[in-house]
């Protein structure tokens, strides 16, 4: 009897196990189905909510009505986190090949989700009671109220933005299948992007109260920067203005010009020894120079310290600006008539206040009180609330990225919040995933010859093959290019205090360009060249190895340096080159380069 039960025995193991792998087969499909179906769900929703940003990002101008698009994209990212976060699916995402793309969807919604919950519904709700109109001056006063009620939920949503990013870039892309990847690449870049914007509203809602004097009065010294004649930061300074605040009210209590100043005998602040030694403690003497160190944190306290030492009057803080970031703002204000006659616009800024005055009036005083009558004008303009406040805020926005709109403050705690932000107007930062060059460029010729020069700025890399860990340890290449385009008869027929006059042994109608090419941190520099095979200076500042080189351009002429380094630590995914911001809005002031993206 047991002999011959042996092969029922056999049968019965082998039906049991075809039922297990039937039953293991029908699930296994059944999960392949779920996970399919949810998946193109969650796909669809995603999309859903693209849309839906997109629709917000077109009406953001007006918060009323970007609520409602930013209602429909939380509903869509919650329904995407939904349908890539139950069992089954996260069970999924444990298998090989298709698990890390499961796993890449479910983060991105994850991410979507928790940037409306925590960000972008919060924020909404508040800024929905108001009218963008409640930032317009009204009888010169701004209602500082505004800025603190945003203030609590812009800091909560900046945070959620930032984790969200975070969550993001964490993902390892090396097994993602290439559009998976470039998704993720590409959410990354718009949730770096929004990083960036919410918590630059965060610190704006943080800082304006006070700036405008909601817990006291404050003062401010407001710097024009004229860039036709280069500074690293953008010109010499040469008008100034006090703006004074209080309880939201804005005035303006003075005027000055950098003829005011006279020399002086040594640096009115400390400054490093390895300043000294790259800037010859020029920032530190002369009023014009106070923006030729590439950090503002120094230039600004330079520039308050001359202030009080000319005039007895101490401010709380220091603001740069220029005429192409003044050309923004006058595409929010609208044309303002000057008392000369002169309208002027968003078109004609630029050309009236840095070539067009010079070619008018002969005597500085009299081109001083050009820009005075200017600057009074716009403000005038800002302060009864004539702008539209949507697009002054887009203006200073831009003015703000390009680096064209610095702040420093002596308060303490504000200055911390302005810190790695661009109207800091610091030192670029290199980090493991991108290698920071500076392009900062000196007029060396007295003059307002840099209205005719061109500087263009690139980076390249030797290769572009990237480690599992997205670095690339391959040589970058940083070459600039420095164009005299004056007129060939420049010396004779531009006037003296263009040219120069031949001062400084610079003889009418060459420019004089002093260039300082900061290296990323810990950098390998491999090769400089120039164009006319001359030789490097420099030194070091803050870590960095900085080459300095002077070129004397007849129009028509121009001068190329080439300079190859090799990234620090493991490479790097892209390369940066912050640069001086010149009179050509259309120049970059950061140029970027990016290896292995899509």
């Known amino acids: 009897m047991p002999a011959a039960s042996t092969p029922r025995s056999l049968r019965t193991a082998q039906l049991v196990l075809t039922i297990i792998a039937g039953g293991l087969l029908v699930v296994i499909v059944a999960m392949l189905a779920w996970v399919g179906i949810r998946g193109a769900l969650a796909y669809s929703e995603l999309r859903s909510a693209e849309t839906s940003a997109r629709a917000a990002m077109d009406t953001i101008s007006d918060p009323a009505q970007t609520a409602p698009h930013i209602a429909e994209f939380a509903s869509h990212a919650a329904s995407a986190h939904d349908l ?30 928790g940037v409306a919950r925590e960000a972008l519904v919060p924020l909404s709700d508040v800024v929905s009671a108001f009218s963008v109109d409640a930032f317009r001056p009204v009888d010169g006063r701004i209602d500082t109220a505004v800025f603190r009620e945003i203030a609590g939920p812009a800091r909560t949503g900046a945070d959620a933005v930032a984790d969200a990013a975070a969550s993001v870039s964490a993902l390892d892309d090396a097994p993602l299948l290439g559009p998976v990847r470039e998704a993720v690449e590409e ?38 920067q004229n860039n036709a004649e280069w500074r690293s930061l953008g ?14 009210a804005i005035e303006m209590t003075a005027q000055g010009s950098s003829s005011d100043f006279s020399r002086f005998d040594e640096s009115v602040l400390p400054l490093e020894p390895e300043l000294d030694r790259l800037f010859e403690a020029r920032p530190g003497r002369f009023v014009q120079n106070v923006t ?8 600004g306290p330079l520039a308050r310290e001359m202030w009080q030492r000319q005039t007895g009057q101490q401010v709380d803080g220091v603001i740069a600006t220029d005429p192409v970031a003044l050309s923004y703002i006058l595409a929010a204000t609208g044309p303002v008539d000057l008392p000369t006659g002169d309208v002027l616009t968003s078109d004609n800024a630029v050309s009236l206040l840095l070539n067009d005055v010079y070619l008018r009036y002969e005597q500085p005083r009299d081109q001083d009180a050009f820009f005075a009558a200017a600057a009074a004008a716009v403000f005038d303009r800002l302060a009864t609330g004539a702008a539209d406040p949507a697009a002054l805020i887009t203006a200073l926005g831009k003015a703000g ?49 840099d209205y005719y020069v061109t500087a263009d700025t690139s980076l390249t890399w030797e290769s572009c093959t990237l480690d599992a860990r997205g670095r690339n340890a ?9 164009t005299n385009t004056a007129p060939a008869d420049a010396a004779t027929s531009l006037p003296t205090y263009i040219t120069g006059g031949g001062g400084f042994g610079v003889p009418a109608g060459i420019s004089r360009t002093v260039a300082y090419l900061y290296l990323p941190t810990d950098a390998a520099l491999t090769s400089a060249v120039r164009s006319d095979r001359a030789g490097f200076g420099g030194g070091t500042h803050d870590g960095r190895q900085v080459l300095a080189f002077g070129s004397d351009l007849a129009p028509g002429e121009s001068i190329t340096a080439t300079v190859t380094v090799i990234p620090p630590g493991e490479g790097a995914s892209s390369a940066t080159a912050s640069v001086t911001p ?17």
């Open 235 to 248: 010109g010499i300074v040469g008008a100034m203005a006090v703006v004074r605040t209080a309880d939201g």
């Open 401 to 449: 990225d390009e680096r064209r709109l610095l702040l420093w403050s002596a308060d303490a705690d504000d200055q911390a919040v302005l810190a790695g932000t661009t109207l800091a107007g610091e030192l670029p930062v290199s980090t493991a995933d991108d290698a920071a060059f500076g392009v900062y460029l000196n007029d060396g010729t007295g003059s307002k010859m």
């Open 474 to 482: 391959a040589p970058i290449t940083l070459q600039v290019t420095v």
């Open 292 to 299: 030729q160190i590439p950090d503002f944190t120094i230039g």
């Open 187 to 224: 959410v990354a870049t718009l949730l770096d992007t929004g990083a960036s914007a919410t918590d630059a509203l965060a610190r704006a809602a943080h800082l304006l109260p006070a700036m405008l004097g909601a817990d006291g009065e404050r003062s401010y010294l407001i710097a024009f």
């Open 582 to 598: 010149t009179i050509d809005a259309n120049r970059p002031t950061s140029v970027v380069a990016t290896c292995g993206a899509p």
């Open 84 to 113: 890539t976060s139950d069992p089954v699916w996260r069970l999924a995402e444990a298998a090989p090949w298709a698990g890390p793309q499961l796993r890449a969807v479910s983060t991105i919604a994850a991410a979507a989700d």
